[in-house]
T-cell receptor
Framework: DGGITQSPKYLFRKEGQNVTLSCEQNLNHDAMYWYRQDPGQGLRLIYYSQIVNDFQKGDIAEGYSVSREKKESFPLTVTSAQKNPTAFYLC?????????????FGSGTQLSVL | AQSVTQLGSHVSVSEGALVLLRCNYSSSVPPYLFWYVQYPNQGLQLLLKYTSAATLVKGINGFEAEFKKSETSFHLTKPSAHMSDAAEYFCAVSDRGTGNQFYFGTGTSLTVIP
């Protein structure tokens, strides 16, 4: 089945540690996105990528980094500079980067701080 | 930048009753409009979207939404609620022009009372 796979489902970060969230898609989609979801705040865009080897900052990129070396993969690193990383992280993709496109979402990663 | 407002963070309806979830957007130029549903600990899935053409959009699971330009609204309705409709619902908008941002509302949690 085609879809988006996020791993791990749960992740714990220690102080000063960088952690990487995995996102893989086998839908052959050009565009990929990372969103952060906090209770009562909806989804906020962290980074997005329209095509391989290209990515753009979203509204809350500080303390995060991404790479897009392969079409199917868009990992997100939460660095130690992100002081409040506890949240539910959602990866999404769309066929193209057009703004009328449907977003396909993974099942999310819950990140917590130890 | 676009913004979207969802009135009512929590809505409760009885099983079989009408579901009405409200969404208003801020743009003077009609944007693309979407409704997504999220079940607990899962990603979002598209219910329906408005990109042009007909102002009444039908989606999955019996949901529909009507685009009203004069009211800058895109409210989601379902004639008869089912227990399986209990979930979080997000309205989202995106610009028709340049940019690749989808702007999400803060969500409405729907409870269905048996």
């Amino acid at each position: 089945d085609g879809g988006i796979t996020q791993s791990p489902k749960y992740l714990f970060r220690k102080e000063g540690q960088n952690v990487t969230l995995s996102c893989e898609q086998n839908l052959n989609h050009d565009a990929m996105y990372w969103y952060r979801q906090d209770p009562g705040q909806g989804l906020r865009l962290i980074y997005y990528s329209q095509i391989v080897n290209d990515f753009q900052k979203g509204d809350i990129a500080e303390g995060y980094s991404v790479s897009r070396e392969k079409k199917e993969s868009f990992p997100l690193t939460v660095t130690s500079a992100q002081k409040n990383p506890t949240a539910f992280y959602l990866c999404a993709s769309s066929i193209t980067a057009g703004t009328n496109e449907k977003l396909f979402f993974g099942s999310g990663t819950q990140l917590s701080v130890l | 930048a676009q913004s979207v407002t969802q009135l009512g963070s929590h809505v409760s309806v009885s099983e079989g009753a009408l579901v009405l979830l409200r969404c208003n957007y801020s743009s003077s130029v009609p944007p693309y409009l979407f409704w997504y549903v999220q079940y607990p600990n899962q990603g979002l899935q598209l219910l329906l979207k408005y990109t042009s053409a007909a102002t009444l959009v039908k989606g999955i699971n019996g949901f529909e939404a009507e685009f009203k330009k004069s009211e800058t609204s895109f409210h989601l309705t379902k004639p008869s609620a089912h227990m399986s409709d209990a979930a979080e619902y997000f309205c989202a908008v995106s610009d028709r022009g340049t940019g690749n941002q989808f702007y999400f509302g803060t969500g409405t949690s729907l409870t269905v009372i048996p």
